[in-house]
């Protein structure tokens, strides 16, 4: 059988750190894939040659089956162009539509909301991925006069929105929900409520919904259980995926996938950044780039082992084996080992 290639770019701060365990999680699931470790792509290269991703970069990335990514981001650098010339530029450049971040609760005890009736969440946000605020068009005026403007365009296509929806009704096992802001931002609002109608039509045994964006957030954070796929923008996906993360245990347990359904380009990471005041300390949760490779697994036709690869991880939180972010006492390493334990279990 041909070799799959995993182009990983373990990136910064507590991204390499994480990526080493999820690394070992991929080696032990035996998917008979090989890596190719684009180490370089990291902020250093960045500050020495200002480039944030090269040509060839891309070439291998494009050449391989997948990709990982731990995380980018530096203090040294302003984000705008260092983290947008890796993160929005792999994600524009494959085109990869869809930001597909699941968020479930692991165990009762991460959960922040105080009745347990109301605690259980099972959702994904699915996120559009290359337009909207990200768009990249836009400009200044009068830049460093107190006249000074800046414009961020945020772009909707109808070839944009209804690519996205559609895939949300595909992911969907109980009901889809739209989020918008359709009240107050007209013309992306309309577009998107007008292919929301179409989507709907078209999958009209798939129960959906539509909340703003104010709604969705107060509702997520009170209670999250009634929902299962959210569909919505880039920035609003980008938000609201950080909130569903708190509601499962926080940043350290989200896992991600950059995803173009139609090529089948894909990449994978977790949510959480480069996290700058916890890096070098040893203690960054593996779980976000660990259930990661679970979602690569499940991408190369693996279910099965994607499904080792959370009960693992559902194994190890219930035993308490977490790192400090989920109240316990092991180190980025420990987590890695006590995941692999779980795996090899007979
Ligand atoms: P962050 O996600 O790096 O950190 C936010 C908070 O969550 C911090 O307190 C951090 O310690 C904690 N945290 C994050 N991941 C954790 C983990 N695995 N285990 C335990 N705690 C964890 O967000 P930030 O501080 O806003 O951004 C830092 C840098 O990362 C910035 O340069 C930002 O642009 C970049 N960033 C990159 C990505 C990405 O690569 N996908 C995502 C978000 C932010
Ligand atoms: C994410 C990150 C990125 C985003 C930033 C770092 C550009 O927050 O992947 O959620 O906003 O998409
Ligand atoms: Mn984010």
Redesign the pocket.
């Known amino acids: 059988t041909a070799v799959t290639t995993i182009a990983v770019i373990p990136?910064d701060?507590?991204g390499p750190e994480?990526i080493e365990p999820a690394l070992d999680v991929l080696d032990a699931l035996g998917l008979g894939t090989r890596t190719d470790i684009l180490d370089h792509v990291n902020a250093d290269t960045y500050l020495r040659t200002g480039e944030a991703l090269t040509g060839s970069d891309l070439d291998r990335i494009r050449s391989s089956e997948a990709a990982l990514?731990g995380?980018?981001?530096?203090p040294r650098l302003g984000?705008t162009s260092y983290?947008r010339g890796v993160?929005t530029t792999l994600r524009l450049e494959l085109d990869l539509y869809v930001n597909y971040r699941p968020a479930r609760l692991w165990h009762d005890r991460l959960s922040p909301l105080r009745d347990p009736a109301r605690r259980a969440i099972d959702c994904v946000i699915v996120r559009e991925n290359t337009e909207g605020l990200y768009s990249g068009i836009g400009g200044g005026a009068r830049t460093g006069t107190p006249e000074e403007i800046a414009v961020d365009v945020d772009l909707s296509t109808r070839h944009g929105v209804s690519r996205v929806l559609e895939f949300a009704f595909s992911a969907a096992r109980r009901s889809v929900c739209l989020v918008d802001k359709a009240n107050a931002v007209r013309n992306g609002g309309q577009l998107w409520q007008r292919c929301w109608g179409e989507a709907v039509a078209r999958h009209p045994h798939i129960a959906t919904s539509h909340l703003y964006v104010d709604t969705a957030a107060l509702r997520l954070a009170t209670d999250p259980t009634g929902f299962d796929v959210i569909v919505t923008n880039n920035s609003y996906g980008d938000i609201l995926s950080d909130l569903t993360a708190a509601l499962a245990g926080?940043?350290?347990v989200a896992a991600s996938a950059n995803l173009n359904p139609v090529t089948g380009r894909a990449l994978f990471?977790?949510v959480?950044?480069?996290?700058?005041?916890?890096a070098g300390s040893g203690?960054?949760?593996p779980f976000?780039a660990i259930l990661s490779v679970a979602l690569l697994a499940e991408h190369l036709g693996r279910n099965e082992e994607a499904d080792a690869v959370r009960r693992a991880v559902a194994a190890a939180v219930a035993a308490g084996r977490v790192?400090p972010?989920l109240g316990g006492p092991l180190g980025t390493k420990e987590v890695g080992a006590a995941v692999l334990a779980e795996l090899r279990r007979p």
């Open positions: 990136g701060g507590i994480v990514l995380a980018v981001g530096d984000d983290v993160l926080g940043l350290g990471e977790p959480h950044g480069s996290a700058p005041d916890i203690t960054a949760n976000g790192t972010d």
